[in-house]
């Protein structure tokens, strides 16, 4: 990881979200938060309408994603902190990769439009995009390029999606890959905080993984040219995370946890040879 630019915190940008999950932990813990409706009740008690302006501020399109499909993303993204706070992969990382991480999922659904009875298999692009323009704006630093470059780079990541055959919906195209990528290194520098942070949220629906595997994964060959090893903890955690954030009050949450583990078990001997 290139630990040469510092860069905000989330703790310090956003103090009252980052107290608000302590508190949630702290009451999950206690035997207080057993339900998701229990938990969606809380979550809807702290984001009153002015913390709702004060988010939007801070991150734009938070009241969108907020308010779509009736609020379960909101609280899918708030479950997904606690799952993150409380995983012991997370407990270990470097108190860098945790700001990292809080970053990431603060911004992986902000660009989700889920459906009635679908997914939206091309959210993590346009998330993507949407934290590429956000970052900067509070502080994280780019490089020369970034104001020419970001524009068109956005319009094109937005874009990457194919429709696969005996598929109903758009998916993101792998193969555009190589160019965004390309953006993302000209714009933010090689794994600084920014790009690692637009990665993670890029590849989150990129890994191979029961029971619900993306509709274009990332080939072996693909693991092993676009991952590395200061992306993959980052990306693990986010997973790890993003599957407590739907599972965290249901009986096959421990099995689902390893199905993601064994998945990343694989990428980890991919990246390593």
């Known amino acids: 990881m290139n630990a040469s630019q510092e860069f905000p915190s989330f703790d310090v940008l956003l103090p009252d979200l980052n107290k608000s999950i302590l508190e949630l932990i702290k009451d999950y813990r206690a035997g207080k938060i057993n339900s998701w409706e229990e938990l969606e009740e809380r979550v809807n008690a702290f984001f009153t309408p002015e913390r709702m302006d004060e988010m939007e501020s801070i991150v734009p399109g938070w009241r969108r994603m907020a308010f779509s499909s009736d609020g379960v993303t909101l609280v899918h993204v708030m479950c997904v902190f606690l799952g993150l706070y409380m995983m012991p992969e997370f407990l270990s990382m470097t108190k860098e990769q945790q700001q990292l991480m809080k970053w990431v999922i603060l911004f992986h659904d902000i660009e989700k439009e889920p459906q009635k009875g679908k997914r939206d298999h091309g959210h993590a692009f346009r998330s993507a995009v949407a934290a590429s323009g956000t970052l900067p704006k509070l502080g994280f630093p780019v490089t020369s390029k ?16 194919i ?3 005996n598929f109903p919906d758009y998916a ?7 160019e965004i990528l390309a953006g993302i290194e000209r714009m933010f520098g090689h794994n600084t905080p920014a790009a690692l942070i ?5 590849f989150h629906l990129s890994i191979d993984m029961q029971p619900w595997p993306p509709v274009t994964p990332l080939t072996d060959e693909e693991v092993r040219r676009y991952l ?3 992306l993959v903890p980052l990306l693990k955690a986010m997973n790890l995370g993003d599957s407590e954030g739907w599972n965290m009050f249901t009986q096959d949450r421990e099995s689902l946890r390893n199905g993601t583990l064994a998945a990343f078990k694989k990428v980890e001997m991919l990246i390593s040879h």
């Open 146 to 161: 970034y104001d020419l470059l970001i524009n068109d780079w956005s319009d094109f990541t937005r874009s990457s999606t």
């Open 163 to 165: 429709k696969p055959e």
């Open 172 to 178: 993101q195209d792998n193969l555009k890959l190589p």
């Open 198 to 202: 637009i990665k993670t949220i890029l």
């Open 228 to 230: 590395d090893n200061d």
